[in-house]
């Protein structure tokens, strides 16, 4: 079991019975999505660490179905399920010094999203004021086949839960603030999210 620094039991995967029967299902959440707009291909289940793979689990923390929680430190996202269970993803995170904390809600969805640096990032990066345009959405789009836009009191925070055409960097902290998935964990995330849901960002261990 695994104890959470709130003192609850949390992310204990929920086993089918057999280990081809786990084996089949992550195959399965990573399987080729040829009706999306820009098909993707299925993702070859050894190059996702155990880890990082959607799984099912155990997590009681008292927040409502509903809500996503990330926990930054462990670079894990939850969707709450109720009854004790949340979907658990993978995710990379921000870099020092630019990762999102705290409360916030989700303010809207997109399907394969258009992309506009933040004029912070055009300040702090030549390369990104060269996109001071904008850039439409796709498979070279760095925000993936999804993203979740933040808001606090009516206001976009410009903190993004995103797909991401770079997979490697799911585990890391490499992003310029937003919360990355892979492309096939963002579109199932999205598929189950509602516009007005609780997000919590957890920062630091206590």
């Known amino acids: 079991m695994t104890i959470s620094r709130r003192g609850f039991l949390i992310a204990l995967p929920l086993f089918a019975a057999g280990c081809s029967s786990t084996t089949l299902n992550s195959q399965t959440n990573y399987a080729a999505l040829p009706d999306e707009e820009f098909p993707l291909k299925q993702v070859p289940i050894d190059q996702i660490k155990p880890e990082l793979r959607r799984t099912e689990v155990v997590y009681q923390n008292g927040y409502a179905p509903g809500t996503i929680v990330i926990d930054t430190p462990a ?3 939850y969707y709450i399920l109720g009854d004790g269970r949340a979907m658990r993803y993978g995710v990379g995170v921000g870099r020092e010094g630019l990762a999102f904390a705290g409360n916030a809600y989700v303010g809207r969805k997109a399907e394969w999203p258009s992309w506009t640096p933040t004029e912070n990032m055009q300040r702090r990066e030549e390369r ?6 904008g850039m439409p959405g ?7 086949a999804r993203a979740i836009y933040l808001y ?9 839960i995103h797909g991401t055409n770079q997979p490697q960097s799911i585990g890391l902290a490499m ?4 919360i990355r998935m892979m492309n096939h964990d963002v579109i199932d995330l999205y598929s189950r999210v509602e516009v007005g849901a609780r997000v919590v960002v957890i920062q630091a261990t206590a």
């Open 138 to 144: 796709g498979p070279n789009n760095p925000l993936g």
């Open 152 to 160: 606090r009191g009516g206001n976009d925070t410009h903190f993004r």
């Open 175 to 178: 992003s310029s603030g937003c």
């Open 128 to 133: 990104y004021r060269r996109l001071a345009g």
């Open 75 to 77: 670079r894990r996202a």
